[in-house]
Nanobody, 113 residues
Framework: QVQLVESGGGLAQAGGSLTLSCAAS??????IGWYRQAPGKQRELVAV???????NYADFVKGRFTISRDYAKNMVTLQMNDLKPEDTAVYYC?????????WGQGTQVTVSS
């Protein structure tokens, strides 16, 4: 059974940093990364890492967030710097494995101004 468990969310001030981690129960995801959903908005892509090392970032996080993947530990990490109040959202770990999408339970990130 595929499970994705996030950790590391919390409260930060504008300009601060947080690190989110996602532990996967299995490896060999074709795609793994992070989405977020703010109140009243649709879930949106933040950053994903494809097999082969290709990384895609949403424009609104380029230069501020960095995604990394540890194959040995089955983990993916999102380093978030220069946080802004508009980054406030529930952040979800996402993985695609052989055509099936899997989601974590989400972790709240709140950025105060």
């Amino acid at each position: 059974q595929v499970q994705l468990v996030e950790s590391g969310g919390g409260l930060a001030q504008a300009g601060g940093s947080l690190t989110l981690s996602c532990a996967a129960s299995v490896n060999f995801f074709n795609r793994i990364g992070w989405y977020r959903q703010a109140p009243g908005k649709q879930r949106e892509l933040v950053a994903v890492r494809e097999t082969g090392g290709i990384t895609n970032y949403a424009d609104f996080v380029k230069g501020r967030f960095t995604i990394s993947r540890d194959y040995a530990k089955n983990m993916v990490t999102l380093q978030m710097n220069d946080l802004k109040p508009e980054d406030t959202a529930v952040y979800y770990c996402y993985g695609r494995k052989w055509g099936d999408d899997h989601w974590g339970q989400g972790t709240q990130v709140t950025v105060s101004s």
